[in-house]
């Protein structure tokens, strides 16, 4: 049997905070305790938002924090032919279908129900669009999304936009292709992403790959119980670093002592 697989999976758009190093060390730690394998993956499509100066930071981060990782470490940005493949075949079985649609016309004639994050849900208006007329559309250069098409455990979604080509947003198809590709068996993230995890789950099931099993942690809060964020001046981990801050004290607090 092939071993299990772990996995760290960092957005380089900002530094890492304490949350970020929670949830490594978590993934690390389960990794250990069953002589799993270990994997940090840079998850940097949105080339508007991410550096690599970010990149290269974050795995100094995990560096110092005492994580070790299987080199070669997979980018993002060097696998869109991977995650375009997998595109076109849910576009061939009629699983999704690219939506012209700006975010003032989808509210325009959006649903009553919200999804998740609070967004209305779409309303359908490019799900009967022909092929030619949407192969002609993405030729023309028009802006575009990937909507999967809502079904059972993914209604609560709506048609979830799982990709956004031009924008470089890739995240749901992104991910499910990689923890396919890198053998992952076990994901361990925030609660904050748990909602995502119905239309992975899918996404999978579509495209014939083997379900991980799915743990959602709790999320480190602030004193006054907010989500860590860069947005709410949450300490980075390297500002703790240049004011002197130890790993072991790092670690300690977070219950890795
Ligand atoms: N890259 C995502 C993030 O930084 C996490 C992806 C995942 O763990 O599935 O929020």
């Given at each position: 049997m092939a071993r299990h697989a772990f996995r760290f999976a960092p957005s380089p758009n900002g530094l890492l905070h304490l949350g970020h190093a929670y949830s490594a060390l978590l993934n690390w730690r389960m990794a250990k305790a069953e002589d799993a394998r270990f994997l940090v993956r840079i998850e940097d499509t949105d080339i508007?938002?991410?550096?690599?100066?970010?990149?290269?930071?974050?795995?100094?981060?995990?560096?110092?924090?005492?994580?070790?990782?299987?080199?070669p470490v997979r980018v993002q940005s060097e696998h869109f032919a991977d995650y375009e493949e997998n595109?076109?075949?849910?576009w061939a079985m009629d699983a999704v279908y690219p939506c012209f649609c700006s975010r003032k016309e989808s509210l325009a004639h959006a649903r009553e129900e919200k999804d998740p994050d609070g967004v209305p849900?779409?309303?359908?208006?490019?799900?009967?669009?022909?092929?030619?007329?949407?192969?002609?559309?993405?030729?023309?250069g028009e802006q575009y999304g990937w909507r999967l098409k809502a079904s059972g455990d993914t209604?609560?979604?709506?048609?979830?936009?799982?990709?956004?080509?031009?924008?470089?947003?890739?995240?749901?198809?992104?991910?499910?292709?990689?923890?396919?590709?890198?053998?992952?068996?076990?994901?361990?993230?925030?609660?904050?992403?748990?909602?995502?995890?119905?239309l992975h789950i899918k996404l999978q099931k579509l495209l014939g790959f083997a379900t991980?099993?799915?743990?959602?942690?709790?999320?480190?809060?602030?004193?006054?119980?907010?989500?860590?964020?860069?947005?709410?001046?949450?300490?980075?981990?390297l500002s703790l670093r240049q004011n002197g801050v130890t790993a072991e004290k790092v670690r300690a607090e977070l219950g890795f002592g």
């Open positions: 508007t938002r991410c550096t690599i100066a970010h990149a290269a930071q974050i795995l100094d981060d995990l560096a110092w924090l005492g994580l070790g990782w299987e080199e595109i076109s075949r849910l849900l779409y309303g359908g208006t490019c799900r009967n669009l022909s092929r030619d007329e949407a192969e002609r559309r993405i030729a023309a209604a609560l979604w709506g048609d979830a936009v799982i990709a956004k080509p031009r924008v470089g947003s890739w995240y749901h198809i992104a991910v499910v292709t990689d923890d396919h590709l890198q053998g992952i068996t076990h994901v361990v993230r925030g609660k904050d992403i748990e909602a995502a995890t119905p991980p099993l799915y743990t959602h942690h709790d999320l480190i809060r602030d004193e006054a119980g907010d989500k860590l964020s860069k947005s709410a001046g949450s300490p980075s981990l």
